[in-house]
């Protein structure tokens, strides 16, 4: 037998999982304290494991097994609940609801995305020496800048071939190797494609409200850890530059037009969400150059070993044989007992009477390891 298996509980685990993860970033991307003590690092590393772990629904026979005595059973009999004339059960139409609003969603982000791109290329440029100069001075292989005034803010965009757009703005030399640099950063990062792999799995998983949330929490995350990559050599006054260079964008943006912009592309400055301006601040100023500590080694290495564990629970509803007219309960044997296999799932039958469902942790377990298993034709 396998050591490792996919089944459909082992699918919900690691949709349980995915979602634990997600809720952990949104409470500690919050604190001010973790992120200064500890970095968005972090929180980026359990995003990757999280991501990960819902691609990987794997299953273990040394899982340990969580039952549910009512919740899951409850929710599974209401799934296995026929309805239309008794041919379709309501977990059957659900689905179907599902695949078709997984159609819908790519469908609607394709339109979208393919109108911002449209748009992107309906830009009128226009010559900026500054820009030129700089840009010149800090070369980036593949990437081109270009100033444009149908923005108000720095953007990046592009996959294969990235592009920075930059509006006309009245800032130092210096300002303007931050913001290219910062921008730079992004692409550096592939965070557009990061952008993009979250935003098929929010088509994937539509129905769950957590993932419209954390849309923005993925930008929040990838500006403070451009911050970070910007700022982690410089000292206090080299930050307070910085922040005033963001500062000075922020003045000088008076139109928000090309706020819808946000699928395809990486700005400067979140308008949507002030309160991460104010965080960016606080966090690069209250962190000193030294914060990587072995405090941050230990919760990253936590963060690892709590992404390896969730491999070894799954959780499962919990089935329990009826007892006969004597008040005995039934036995187990390899006489009236078998085990059929269906689709990855293993259904305990007793008395050619299905009575629940196994996971791959219990098959080598007495009395179930005895039992013969007979694949589904």
Known sequence: MDKISISYYSIVSAIIFFNIGLILILI????????????????????????????????????????????YPGILKMLHMPLITNQYSLGYILLIIWITGIIFMILKDCYLYFNEFRYIKKFLLVHDEQVDRISKEI???NVE??????????KATGI?????????LHVSDDEMRLIIKHEICHIRGGDIAIKILFSIFTDIFWWNPFMYIYQHEVDNLLELRCDHNIT????QKEKANYLSTILHVIKQSKS?????????????????????????????????????????????????????????IIVQPAYYPERNEADHILEINTINSFILLSNNDYLLYI???????????????????????????
């Open 351 to 377: 008395n050619n009477e299905p009575y629940g469902y196994l996971s791959a942790s219990e098959l080598d377990t007495l009395p179930y390891s005895e039992l013969e298993i007979i694949k589904e034709e």
């Open 28 to 71: 500690l991307r919050h604190s001010l304290f973790f992120l200064v003590k500890y970095g968005e690092w972090c929180l980026l590393l359990l995003f990757i494991f999280s991501v990960i772990r819902i691609l990987l629904p794997l299953d273990s026979v040394n899982a340990i097994v969580i039952h549910s005595n009512k919740v």
């Open 232 to 235: 982690e050599n410089m000292d």
């Open 256 to 312: 928000y037009t090309d706020n819808y912009l946000t699928r395809s592309v990486m700005n400067f400055i979140n308008y949507k969400t002030e309160d991460i301006t104010k965080q960016r601040f606080q966090v690069i100023m209250r962190r000193k150059n030294y914060w990587r500590s072995e405090k941050c080694i230990v919760i990253n290495s936590l963060v690892f070993v709590l992404f390896i564990a969730s491999f070894f």
């Open 145 to 154: 800048i270009f100033v444009t005034p149908n923005i108000s803010v720095p």
């Open 160 to 168: 294969l071939k990235p592009y920075i757009y930059l509006p006309p």
């Open 139 to 141: 070369f980036f292989k």
